[in-house]
């Protein structure tokens, strides 16, 4: 590393190179001014670089003729460059920067740079710009850094040797700062609406800009957020600080949080020095979309200058004129789109500053040009509500659009729909808002939690005359009782026209708000429940309507409804509620009298008018929202929708007296489970036989053969050993397979988020080509392959605690990284290896987990090995689903073990795996039933368990 002198630039930079000048908050000044002051020695020199803090002094005119700046990011005076034909811009997504750096069509020669001093083994760090600047230090031909005390030492992809710079020089001066962006009540807005779409646990990316960086301050009181983006500013530094972002939910790099650059005030770069838990990476890396996508819910928030009512976002253009660049978004939108659970989200203010001009346009003007097409946009929010676009017609997303547009421009959108052909005539009336500006109450989007169904599952929102197609759906599905409850006769169509009567109401008078189910695997959102008020003329009184979808009734949404209703009511100066009631349709008439309702024979029809005072209506709400303790802002504790399988076929697996796996102890617990799933709202599993391909993905086919044979034979036990079987033998075991798939598909599609499949006979002694203990086909092996081949899961761990080793389990997986397998069981007891000598007596390695245990053991011994070692060992091995092998032999007193655990054991145990689920998995967790032989010792700990799993 040779110190530069001013003689060198005209070796350094030859003539015809190209030079990359490092960027953001890392401009070499001091190197910059060196090699412009010996500009006049050198020739036909190319400058590239992103966004740059500070002046340019490289673009003026006196330096012309020797230097040309071609761009990926465009500052003011960049851009004016630019419409001065004096410097070029290259659209380009930074994570293909680095790409062309290393390639043949942008190859740097030489790059520029600032890094922080060396320490005593000659290691600098790029600091707070890694970037695109790594890759142009990695191609370059030659690299002269600035050595900046300023600079902060970061960790990650930032290090740089000195051997690997060939010139330095020392330039020690505080970096640029940016000014942070002021919030103002627009933003906050946007914010609100933004915090509704960002679940808890999800991981930012947050994009340059000022209502990027101003919104999500909105996310101060959500909890366990993580970050992977690429500039690292204060806002997200604020989110780190007051404890919304701690990084333990990222099922990628948990723990920390990733950036490729950071600008930002002094505490930006103050917070970064020497912080362990931030890690830098290059641009190529932190920006590709396959990286991205590896974390689960990742949310992408970028900005956009205008969006037209298709939905095609525009960015760094206006007609023929360039701003700003492509920069992240596009990557990230990318990335986002890909994770599981994953939320693109474009955010911008409706209108310009002084509401002169909509930002969201009915057509595009000429030499626009479009950075993300209509095709990729998800999420649109302004402080007028979201456009959730995915999916949806070009009717539907300009109905959407106009919807969240300004009210003062949405009639001349509508217009502009109408010319295109785009929306049909009968849609005659603009978009209105529940919320007028000089309105205190009102409601665009807010997340619900519903008995067991979970804040995420369902959400609250006016409907939008592009719900045409939504309402008619919904009044599809309904019964023909419900059609009549409704309208009054059996009504039996819903034509595009009248539906668009009931979605296309004047919000500002009257009001219709619907409550959607979130879809499952990122598809369309599916009105549930509808609550309407037509105002009378007198404006103190107004009739209400409500109809719930057949298979969402006792959830608690006509209440919702009705008290949103009251609220927004009140606020207009609305006192009173009136409804007529059919007779049979008690239902609602206790719903109403529950809310203090009068109720009298209607003069009209054959039912009844009930009258109800709103603010009695308010008063009864806030006692009833205590008493069962939901928010309807979604922020109370996650819960979750569970499947269960018990099926009197396992029944038939009859293998005659003297065995303790009897019919009698599946019956025993299937009469518990039954009450005890209708209590808690379980979703029943069909179940179904697995086929001879499934099975063999674990099993040999010799051995499938040998178990056919043998069960076809009436043997009284398979001839691999000591399993007793029947003539139904072969035909429940399969099904005990199947049951296990059909959990595994429900919950990798997110119809469901956890599942106990009692069945029998158990499964994890069956090895791939031996039947053992009381196992024929290896129950939990078979769904963990099935979860890989079908699903695509990577990574998939299994817990047993059953009171013998998984021996078989353990077979199939040993080999396989894939798997985790962590068994705890007592040691000295079946089954054996050879007949001698036990399985799982050692530790096991790779991804085996053993821990033989003495018999007495129980709570203090089993659970901190799955609150210790094993949540340990899930810090590197990060598993995308959890499966138990649910044996519940290790209760105290069963005939066949002498483990001491209690039901509320069984249940600690439940909710530490859950932990882990929770973690890393996205909540997906199935339990297979294995032992448990004490039949109401068996009902009582499955039960807790089982309860357990409804728990966030």
């Known amino acids: ?429 603009a978009p209105t808002s529940v919320k007028p500006d000089d309105m205190t109450s009102g409601v665009e989007f807010q997340r619900l939690v519903l008995g067991k169904d979970g804040a995420r599952n369902f959400f609250l929102r006016p409907l939008h005359p592009s719900d045409i197609r939504r309402l008619q759906q919904f009044f599809y599905s309904h019964s023909e009782e419900t059609v009549r409850w409704r309208y009054g006769y059996l009504r039996e169509n819903m034509p595009a026209d009248s539906a668009y009567e009931l979605v296309g109401v004047d919000q500002t008078r009257d009001l219709a708000l619907g409550i959607f189910e979130e879809a499952h695997a990122g598809g369309a959102p599916e009105l549930r429940s509808v609550g309407r008020f037509y105002q009378d003329d007198d404006g103190k009184s107004a009739e209400i309507a409500f109809v719930v979808h057949d298979e969402r009734r006792r959830m608690g949404m006509a209440s919702i409804l009705l008290e949103q209703l009251a609220d927004i009511a009140s606020a207009r100066g609305i006192e009173r509620f009136w409804a007529e009631v059919m007779t049979g349709n008690r239902p609602m008439r206790q719903l109403f009298e529950k809310y203090g309702a009068t109720s009298k024979r209607s003069q009209d029809t054959d039912g009844f008018v009930c009258t109800m005072e709103v603010a009695k209506i308010l008063e009864l709400a806030k006692l009833f929202q205590s008493e069962r303790g939901e928010k309807l802002n979604g922020d109370a504790a996650p819960s979750y929708r569970v499947g269960w399988f018990w099926s009197e076929s396992c029944l038939k697996h009859d293998t005659g007296p003297g065995q303790v796996e009897t019919p009698e102890r599946y019956q025993v617990l299937g009469d518990r489970l039954r009450g005890l799933a209708e209590t808690l709202d379980a979703v029943p599993l069909r179940g179904r036989e697995a086929t001879r391909a499934e099975l063999l993905r674990c099993h040999a086919a010799h051995y499938l053969d040998i178990v056919h044979i043998d069960v076809e034979n009436l043997a009284d036990q398979l001839r691999t050993g000591d399993t007793p079987i029947c003539p139904e033998s072969e035909r429940v075991a399969k099904l005990a397979v199947g049951a296990g798939l059909e959990a595994v598909d429900r919950v990798m599609t997110n119809e469901i988020n956890r599942a106990f499949v009692a069945v029998r006979p158990p499964g994890h002694h069956a090895t791939p080509d031996r039947g053992m203990g009381f196992c024929v086909y290896n129950n939990i092996a078979l769904m963990a392959r099935h979860a890989q081949e079908v699903h695509g899961v990577k990574r998939v761990l299994i817990v047993d605690w059953d009171v013998h080793h998984g021996n078989g389990t353990q077979d199939i997986f040993s080999a396989d990284p894939s798997v985790f397998c962590f068994s705890s069981h007592q040691q000295g007891i079946f089954p054996f290896s050879g007949g001698a000598e036990e399985t799982g007596a050692g530790p096991g390695r790779g991804t085996v987990m053993n821990f033989p245990l003495p018999e007495g053991s129980g709570r203090d011994e089993i659970l901190p090995l799955i609150t210790g070692p094993l949540t340990d060992a899930m810090e590197s091995f990060q598993p995308d689903l959890v499966l138990i092998s649910a044996g519940f032999d290790a209760r105290i007193d069963d005939p066949v073990g002498d483990f001491t655990l209690s039901d509320e054991d069984f249940a600690d145990l439940t909710r530490a795996v859950s932990a882990i689920s929770e973690r890393w998995a996205g909540g997906r967790m199935i339990s297979v039933l294995e032992g448990g032989y004490n039949p109401e010792g068996l009902a009582s700990a499955a039960a807790a368990h089982f309860e357990a799993l409804f728990e966030g």
């Open 1 to 429: 590393m040779n110190e530069l002198k001013p003689t060198d630039w005209p070796r350094i930079v030859r003539p015809g190179a190209r030079v990359f000048i490092g960027s953001g908050a890392g401009v070499p000044r001091k190197l910059i001014d060196g090699m412009l002051a010996a500009g006049d020695r050198l020739r036909d020199v190319e400058l590239v670089h992103i966004h740059t803090l500070g002046a340019t002094p490289w673009i003026e005119k006196k330096y012309a003729a020797q230097f040309r700046t071609n761009t990926f990011f465009m500052t003011p005076e960049v851009g004016q460059a630019v419409i001065e034909g004096r410097a070029d811009y290259t659209p380009c997504s930074l994570s293909e920067v680095p790409k062309l750096f290393k390639s043949t069509i942008l190859p740097v020669d030489v790059a520029l740079v600032t890094v922080s001093p060396p320490d005593e083994n000659g290691n600098m760090t790029l600091g707070v710009s890694v970037d695109v600047v790594r890759a142009a230090v990695d191609s370059a031909r030659i690299v002269v850094a600035q050595i900046n005390r300023h600079m902060p030492r970061t960790n990650g992809g930032a290090t740089i040797h000195a051997a690997d710079v060939q010139y330095f020089l020392e330039g020690h001066m505080p970096l640029p700062v940016l000014e942070r962006p002021e919030n103002d009540a627009v933003r906050s807005r946007i914010g609100g609406y933004l915090a509704e779409l960002v679940e808890d646990g999800s991981t930012l990316q947050v994009g340059i800009g000022h209502t990027p960086q101003t919104v999500i301050a909105s996310l101060a009181g959500h909890q366990r957020l993580g970050i992977h983006t690429g500039m690292l500013s204060d806002a997200l530094i604020d989110l780190i600080k007051c404890g919304a972002v701690d990084n333990s939910r990222k099922h990628f790099q948990a723990g920390t949080t990733i950036a490729s650059h950071a600008i930002g005030s002094r505490a930006v770069y103050d917070f970064v020095n020497e912080n362990p838990e931030v890690s830098f990476h290059s641009s190529g890396w932190v920006n590709d979309p396959s990286v991205i996508a590896l974390n689960h819910k990742m949310v992408a928030v970028n900005g956009a200058r205008l969006i037209d009512i298709t939905g095609q976002v525009v960015r760094d253009s206006a007609g023929h004129q360039y701003y700003g660049g492509i920069g992240a978004q596009i990557d990230f939108l990318r990335g986002a789109t890909a994770s599981p659970g994953g939320r693109p989200v474009y955010v911008l203010p409706s209108t310009n500053s002084d509401q002169t001009e909509s930002r969201i346009v009915a057509g595009l003007t000429e030499g626009t040009s479009v950075a993300t097409g209509r095709t990729d946009v998800q999420y649109i929010v302004t402080e007028y509500g979201v456009a959730a676009l995915r999916g949806l017609s070009i009717r539907d997303r300009a109905l959407e659009m106009i919807q969240i547009a300004h009210p003062k421009f949405r009639e001349e959108l509508l217009r502009g729909a109408h010319a295109r052909g785009w929306i049909p005539k009968f849609v005659s009336l």
